[in-house]
């Protein structure tokens, strides 16, 4: 059975940091792709984030982009999330996802986990 766990989700204050991270089982982690997305109050499900299969490349949407950072260690079957100079607006129920496909992992992705809730507060 596939699951993703996310963990790290929080209340804090605008400029600070955390950490999301998120534990897969179920499935042969290190040939999926991983990401993030995010769902904030009232709005649509959006594309935060995502790391290809051994890690080389990742992507990230222009609204985080030189804030966030991920990245995943297969080995361990977690990919993380490391969020800095947080606004505001980035206050969301953050979701890891999976997918084979480096296209629909951005888009679509096949695996979703429950999603953890971050709060920033200004």
């Known amino acids: 059975q596939v699951q993703l766990v996310e963990s790290g989700g929080g209340l804090v204050q605008a400029g600070g940091s955390l950490r999301l991270s998120c534990a897969a089982s179920?499935?042969?982690?290190?040939?999926?792709?991983t990401g993030w997305f995010r769902q904030a109050p009232g709005k649509e499900r959006e594309f935060v984030a995502r790391i290809t299969q051994e890690g080389y490349s990742s992507y990230f949407a222009d609204s985080v982009k030189g804030r966030f950072t991920i990245s995943r260690d297969n080995a361990r079957r977690t990919v993380n999330l490391q969020m800095n100079r947080l606004l505001p607006e980035d206050t969301a129920v953050y979701y890891c996802?999976?997918?084979?496909?480096?296209?629909?992992?951005?888009?679509?992705?096949?695996?979703w986990g429950q999603g953890t809730q971050v709060t920033v507060s200004s």
């Open positions: 996802v999976a997918d084979r496909s480096v296209r629909q992992i951005s888009t679509t992705p096949d695996y």
């Open positions: 179920g499935f042969t982690f290190s040939t999926y792709h």
